[in-house]
Nanobody, 115 residues
């Protein structure tokens, strides 16, 4: 089993550049990828970005060029650097740590973009 804890959210002004962190613990040897998703009020959860064990990355069109996912494999931490935030980026951001058999979700961290 993998435990997932997100951090780094909060109130951010439009145009801000916060970084979210996702720390995985437990059976981390089985991790094959780490991903970020988000859920805005009244909307379904949507995929944001993923990074595999090989370092390959993929992004949703809505954040491509503004968000960057990275990973510290030695410490099992994934980061989401967010730039040029817009009010529509307001959401709860969730980390999904994927193993060969399961998806492991954290509790999420709220990001509110507002002046």
């Amino acid at each position: 089993q993998v435990r997932v804890v997100e951090s780094g959210g909060g109130l951010v002004q439009p145009g801000g550049s916060p970084t979210l962190s996702c720390a995985a613990s437990g059976s981390t040897d089985s991790i094959i990828a780490m991903a970020w998703h988000r859920q805005a009020p009244g909307k379904q959860r949507e995929f944001i970005a993923v990074i595999t064990n090989d370092g390959d990355t993929r992004y949703a069109d809505s954040v491509k060029g503004r968000f960057t996912i990275s990973r510290d494999k030695d410490n099992n931490v994934a980061y989401l650097q967010m730039n040029s935030l817009k009010t529509e980026d307001t959401a709860v951001y969730y980390c999904d740590v994927a193993t060969r058999n399961t998806a492991n979700w954290g509790q999420g961290t709220q990001v509110t973009v507002s002046s």
